[in-house]
């Protein structure tokens, strides 16, 4: 796969005497509804011959093509995933809910002594070696395989409440505020899943 992410960070800091690296991601820092989820990976040299190449930023891929590739990531790799409801969003703020996700991913996996994660802000709470990585996704294998995890699993769950919801489309906009969801939420108002906090939801 061209320009796909490679393994080069992770093997650096192996050489550096890391041996636990893990890349964490997430989903759902824009959406006006639903959780903000983030997942954690850690990737095998054994496991990277088999994800290398085929794996990219979730953003990259199509849905089916996700799907498989988490089954793939969750079936060799280590991992975790960490969830923050819409409520925790509007009392402590997107970021903060993200980093929260982000650190509750990270403890899932047994043995960490680096994180990269995509983005460009540290977590300061982390007490493990960190650096933020611009566009991680697109050039960390460990960063990209969280960024497909955090996707599929946040997707599934905007599917199964638009089951509930269905006036909302979070079955196709998974809770992004286009503008068929914008405009039922004038007409019906807000669920208890909508981030009041953000504009366009919240009056």
Known sequence: MKNSPTFDIEKELFYMGYEHVIGVDECGRGPGAGPVVAAAVKISPEAMHGL?????????????KRRELCLLIMNTCEWGIGSIDNQIIDEINILEATKLAMRMAIVEIKDVDYVLID?????KELDIQHQPIIKGDSLSLSVAAASIVAKVHRDAVMTKLHETFPLYGWDTNKGYLTKKHIEAIK???????????FKKVGK
């Open 52 to 64: 290398i190449g085929v794996v990219n930023d979730s953003k990259k891929l199509s849905e089916k």
């Open 119 to 123: 983005g460009n802000f540290r977590i």
């Open 187 to 197: 007409e019906y108002g807000v669920t208890e899943f909508h981030r009041l906090s």
